[in-house]
């Protein structure tokens, strides 16, 4: 059984990419956030399917560098409301 944060395949085997339920998951957010941001080009993800409807694929080491590089910008990660 693989949890989130362990590869699947062995130490040789390239990464696999995941759907956008096992991104959810890694990310603790929804599918549709997920696809929202894929679609925004906010997230790293990879599509494919040339038609209208999409079928997005991602890779956890990818969403977790750019997760990684959010924090060590200078810009915070979410927006504040005004008077906090």
Same mark, same amino acid.
């Given at each position: 059984?693989?949890?989130?944060?362990?590869?699947?395949?062995?130490?040789?085997?390239?990464?696999?990419?995941?759907?956008?339920?096992?991104?959810?998951?890694? %990310?603790?957010?929804?599918?549709?956030?997920?696809?929202?941001?894929?679609? @925004? +080009?906010?997230? #790293?993800?990879?599509?494919?399917? &040339?038609?209208?409807?999409?079928?997005?694929?991602?890779? %956890?080491?990818?969403?977790?560098?750019?997760?990684?590089?959010?924090?060590? @910008? +200078?810009?915070? #990660?979410?927006?504040?409301?005004? &008077?906090?």
């Amino acid at each position: 059984m693989n949890t989130l944060s362990q590869p699947i395949g062995g130490p040789d085997s390239p990464e696999p990419y995941v759907d956008p339920d096992r991104a959810a998951a890694f %990310l603790n957010t929804n599918r549709l956030q997920v696809i929202r941001m894929a679609r @925004s +080009g906010v997230l #790293p993800a990879h599509p494919f399917g &040339g038609r209208k409807r999409r079928q997005w694929r991602f890779k %956890l080491s990818e969403l977790d560098k750019h997760m990684q590089e959010g924090l060590n @910008s +200078g810009h915070p #990660p979410v927006r504040q409301r005004k &008077g906090e």
